[in-house]
């Protein structure tokens, strides 16, 4: 069974830092493109970043490029997303995300990516940037 468990979402002040992670098991970590979408109540949930832990290629959108930064630690099978500078504007549910292959990077950086293009949901964290 996949399963995704995002952590480290909560409250924080504008322009402050966090850090999310997503421990990723039950599928080969390194074979699949494994990310990170946003949504906020009456809205699509939107792609935020994409890592392809084998070779390390990700996909980030344009509203968080030069904020936020994508990694994963392949030992730990986690993906992480360091989002820094954050504004109101980010608070959402953070969900981690899975579909295998490397297709969706590459997609993502010629058309982006949809929420429906993932197999694998983690359950979500919710992040409150504060005014």
């Known amino acids: 069974e996949v399963q995704l468990v995002e952590s480290g979402g909560g409250l924080v002040q504008a322009g402050g830092s966090v850090r999310l992670s997503c421990a990723a098991s039950?599928?080969?970590?390194?074979?699949?493109?494994i990310g990170w979408f946003r949504q906020v109540p009456g809205k699509e949930r939107e792609a935020v970043a994409l890592?392809?832990?084998?070779?390390?290629?990700?996909y980030n959108t344009d509203s968080v490029k030069g904020r936020f930064t994508i990694s994963s630690d392949n030992a730990k099978n986690t993906v992480y997303l360091q989002m820094n500078g954050l504004s109101p504007n980010d608070t959402a549910v953070y969900y981690c995300?899975?579909?295998?292959?490397?297709?969706?990077?590459?997609?993502?950086?010629?058309?982006?990516?949809?929420?429906?293009?993932?197999?694998?949901w983690g359950k979500g964290t919710q992040l409150t940037v504060s005014a």
């Open positions: 995300a899975a579909d295998w292959g490397p297709f969706l990077v590459t997609r993502g950086l010629a058309m982006g990516v949809s929420a429906g293009d993932m197999d694998y």
């Open positions: 039950g599928l080969n970590f390194e074979d699949n493109t």
């Open positions: 890592i392809y832990p084998k070779d390390g290629r990700t």
